[in-house]
């Protein structure tokens, strides 16, 4: 997920010419490598802690948890989570997560 770009009126530097947020991590996104793909099909059900995608392939059944709410995503493939969600599956899936 790519950062919006900060308020046009914020200032880029402190008094002493140091970068500031939200301008750094602004910047920061641009730089950094990608997360890794981090392989989950043992851990069932997963709860997700930083933002990103979990891709399932192969399970009977999916539902995702978010707070008090449970939703059935059965024949989904790609879902976006945020922290604290819960995803949890039937049946033989190979389930990988990429951060944002």
Known sequence: ????????NSPLTNKIGKLIPPWNSW???FSQEAPAVVD???TNPLTVNSIGTVIITGA???TLTRGATVINLTGQTIIP???GDTVSWTGGAT????GS
């Open 81 to 83: 989570v945020s922290i």
């Open 60 to 62: 009977a059944t999916i």
């Open 40 to 42: 989950f099909s043992t």
């Open 95 to 98: 389930v990988q997560f990429l």
């Open 27 to 29: 910047f920061q996104q």
């Open 1 to 8: 997920m790519r950062l919006p770009v900060p308020n046009l």
